[in-house]
T-cell receptor, first 116, second 111 residues
Framework: GAVVSQHPSRVICKSGTSVKIECRSL??????MFWYRQFPKQSLMLMAT?????????EQGVEKDKFLINHASLTLSTLTVTSAHPEDSSFYIC????????????FGSGTRLTVV | GEDVEQSLFLSVREGDSSVINCTYT??????LYWYKQEPGAGLQLLTY?????DMKQDQRLTVLLNKKDKHLSLRIADTQTGDSAIYFC???????????FGQGTELSVKP
């Protein structure tokens, strides 16, 4: 149980275009989802916390107009990288909290974004 | 602020035990976690420990928590080549339930 499906797993796009990454909770309702970015050989950097039906909360230094987050339903959150540039190339991972209490976090399989 | 630190590399021989260490700063964390990440993949939850526990064992994995020293460790018994991966410790911190990750420890298991 508590599976999060993330798509696409890999995407290559041209500079200036936008890319949407989807994160779906398959067997539970996720009121809160988290979006992380990971550079090679580095830890996960939290970009934003996505709450169903309300605006996302962005971490300091993350451009909200560049990384658009939409959490319109209890099972789907999307991250759109707008006007992508090569420096946006990275591994993006979503996570969702599940269950009662504060102990259940499940992660998507990640999206490798390459901007050329 | 919240901070989680780990050593970056660990190399062991197959069959030996591996011990990965982690220190954290936020004493209000309710749960502490160990995740495994294989190349190009997401994170897989290995185990977690509630902050009022000292030890938790699950098959080959043993987690030790020293709350006084804010030190967490993961011991993998009989380490196999398939255990080669990056291991992250994480705490929940005190702000909105987000996970705070350490830098990750790259475990290399040599045959």
């Amino acid at each position: 149980g508590a599976v999060v499906s993330q798509h696409p797993s890999r995407v290559i796009c041209k500079s200036g275009t936008s890319v949407k990454i989807e994160c779906r909770s398959l067997d539970f309702q996720a009121t809160t989802m988290f979006w992380y970015r990971q550079f090679p050989k580095q830890s996960l950097m939290l970009m934003a916390t996505s709450n169903e039906g309300s605006k996302a909360t962005y971490e300091q230094g993350v451009e909200k107009d560049k990384f658009l987050i939409n959490h319109a339903s209890l099972t789907l959150s999307t991250l759109t990288v707008t006007s992508a540039h090569p420096e946006d190339s990275s591994f993006y991972i979503c996570s969702a909290r599940y269950g009662q209490g504060n102990y259940g976090y499940t992660f998507g399989s990640g999206t490798r974004l390459t901007v050329v | 602020g919240e901070d989680v630190e780990q050593s970056l590399f660990l190399s062991v021989r197959e069959g030996d035990s591996s011990v990965i260490n982690c220190t954290y700063t936020d004493s209000s964390s309710t749960y502490l976690y160990w995740y495994k990440q294989e190349p190009g993949a997401g994170l897989q939850l290995l185990t977690y420990i509630f902050s009022n526990m000292d030890m938790k064992q699950d098959q080959r994995l043993t987690v030790l928590l020293n709350k006084k020293d804010k030190h967490l460790s993961l011991r993998i018994a009989d380490t196999q080549t398939g255990d080669s991966a990056i291991y992250f410790c994480a705490e929940t911190g005190n702000q909105g339930g987000k996970l705070i990750f350490g830098q990750g420890t790259e475990l290399s298991v040599k045959p």
